[in-house]
């Protein structure tokens, strides 16, 4: 690595110097594949099957460097994980997707590690750095870690409405797994589509969009004929936005500000937000849904799209840092439903009226994201990210798919109003 790589990715450059953590890492490691349908070569051509014969074209998990990725483990499992991939010391083999490697982790990560040693988490586990905690500015430095990397490497794989969440697939027919920007597209709107429609959105409807993006929903909002106002902590999002709000010739129809939501004041017809709620953080869920209520209408509705964890994993995983929050999201935590509903009447008159579910959706999001970043990458390289940043992008996207399609994570579209509670 040379050393403008060691100054950029100080914890990937040297791996740590732990020769009894990495024996128990590899002990730990070399367990629980015996769980996982996976193949594991190290070099030299030795292998491990998961303890028994695995029928058909097992994935393949090739260790590159086995004391520098069993040194990262034991330095701290959660991240090391990540790291090392980023680091190369380990790799999917000749032959297998990433995604599809990670998956039977995924599937089973509750289980990986024995019982008893679970336990330890409260100890083990790097606890969430303060800097992290999403104030008023805290926030904004958050965001801009991830959001304001840089509008031309978002544009290098998104589709054409630059759409950075789930979308909604014609389930009528099915899609070639290969990048079809028109179809992305129309599943991108389908989506948007869903989101207004759960609102209630339509000419002359006062509506508030938290969390801008750039600029698709407020677009497709206004085309229906309501005066938009949206807000963003993103400043190369709004800039951005505000173009493609002129170009569309709507300017007169939407309102683009950098404001924090929890600076918003008026009186809304509309609520909606696209998985934004992850970047709230956990102790400001309250502030979040008590200012959406206090905004809102009488007679107004609510829509958001939200990824989404079972509660259990909410509990365990909430005080804990993980890859995602060091190199992805600052800041971010995931909700689960019933922490929402919690959130709901606890804090506001606000109950969920309908809901929509699309984790395997968001599963073929990721998918046609992360191909069409690996097409790009020569696009983005000349952008000034470097292979250490690919890998972790790359790792990052295939970590999110096999969350969703081994039903870890989920997505919801949630509809809210001031009516009786959905069932």
């Known amino acids: 690595m040379t050393a403008s790589t060691a100054i950029r990715w100080p914890s990937i450059t040297h791996p740590p110097r732990a020769p009894l953590a990495a024996t128990i890492a590899r002990l730990l490691f070399e367990r629980a594949v015996r769980r996982v349908p996976v193949q594991v070569t190290y070099p030299h051509g030795e292998e491990r099957d998961a303890g028994r014969k695995i029928a058909g074209d097992p994935p393949d998990f090739e260790i ?66 303060p800097s992290q905690e999403n104030t008023l500015d805290g926030s904004r430095e958050n965001v801009s870690a991830h959001y304001d990397l840089s509008n031309d490497l978002f544009e290098a794989f998104l589709d054409p409405t630059m759409s950075y969440s789930a979308a909604w697939f014609d ?18 709107l389908r989506k948007i589509d869903g989101v207004l429609d759960y609102a209630g959105v339509g000419a002359g ?53 950098l404001q924090d939501y929890r600076e918003v004041g008026g009186e809304f017809d509309a609520i909606v937000s ?95 994201w992360r191909h069409r970043f690996n097409e790009q990458w020569p696009r983005v390289h000349q952008l000034g990210f470097d292979e250490t940043f690919r890998r972790m992008w790359e790792f990052y996207l295939a970590y999110c798919e096999a969350g969703f399609r081994s ?11 001031r009516e009786p509670v959905w069932s």
């Open 64 to 129: 590159v460097r086995p004391n520098a990725f069993f040194a990262r483990l034991g330095r701290d499992t959660k991240i090391g994980f990540g790291e090392a991939y980023m680091a190369g010391d380990w790799r999917a083999g000749a032959g297998t997707d990433l995604a599809d490697l990670l998956t039977p982790f995924a599937a089973r990560l509750t289980r990986l590690v024995p019982q008893p040693l679970q336990r330890l988490r409260t100890i083990v586990d790097k606890r969430i750095p």
């Open 205 to 257: 409807t006062r509506l508030l969009e938290i969390g801008t993006g750039w600029g698709a929903l407020a677009i497709r909002a206004a085309q229906r004929g309501a005066l938009v106002t949206t807000v963003t902590i993103s400043a190369e999002q709004l800039a951005f936005a505000a173009e493609r709000v002129a170009d569309a010739g709507l300017c007169d129809r939407v309102d683009l500000r």
């Open 274 to 368: 696209v998985e934004m709620i992850e970047a709230v953080g956990e102790a400001y869920w309250p502030t979040y849904f008590a200012t959406i209520d206090r905004l809102l209408a009488p007679g107004g509705r609510v829509s958001i799209q939200a990824i989404t964890m079972a509660h259990e994993r909410v509990l365990a995983t909430r005080r804990s840092f993980s890859w995602i929050q060091k190199y992805i999201f600052p800041g971010g935590i995931i909700p689960s439903l019933q922490s929402i509903d919690e959130t709901l009447a606890a804090h506001t008159t606000l109950r969920v009226t309908q809901r929509r579910e699309m984790g395997a959706h968001y599963a073929r999001t990721l998918r046609l």
């Open 171 to 188: 389930e009528s027919g099915r899609a070639s797994v290969t990048f079809a920007s028109t179809r992305l597209e129309e599943a991108q």
């Open 407 to 417: 039903g870890y994570l989920g997505v919801s579209q949630l509809q809210m109003t």
